[in-house]
Nanobody, 123 residues
Framework: QVQLVESGGGLVQAGGSLRLSCAAS????????MGWYRQAPGKQRELVAT???????NYVESVKGRFTISRDNAKNTMYLQMNSLNTKHTAVYCC?????????????????WGQGTQVTVST
């Protein structure tokens, strides 16, 4: 079975920083695109940033210059460095990944989600 586990969330004062991690484990052939999503209270889940297996990155406009997504393919781990946080960034942050499983000619791709990690920014 495949699991995605986030860590690194918590309570931080406005202006502070947090680094989120998303570690994939289990039987995998490869990890393709990965992404961070967030859901603030009373709002729909939104995409924050994505990174392909080759390192192509996209951000939602509101976090450009403030958040940095990266991944360590050797560790099957993705990161989100968040700087200059403000209360608008308070949300549950979840990671997602398209993972290819199987062997030989029998392989398939599925999307997996982590359970989420709470980020709370206080004034």
């Amino acid at each position: 079975q495949v699991q995605l586990v986030e860590s690194g969330g918590g309570l931080v004062q406005a202006g502070g920083s947090l680094r989120l991690s998303c570690a994939a484990s289990g039987s995998m052939f490869s990890i393709n695109a990965m992404g961070w999503y967030r859901q603030a209270p009373g709002k729909q889940r939104e995409l924050v940033a994505t990174i392909s297996s080759g390192g192509i990155i996209n951000y939602v406009e509101s976090v450009k210059g403030r958040f940095t997504i990266s991944r360590d393919n050797a560790k099957n781990t993705m990161y989100l460095q968040m700087n200059s946080l403000n209360t608008k960034h308070t949300a549950v942050y979840c990671c997602s990944a398209e993972i290819e499983r199987g062997t030989g000619s029998l392989r398939w791709r599925s999307n997996y989600w982590g359970q989420g990690t709470q980020v709370t920014v206080s004034t």
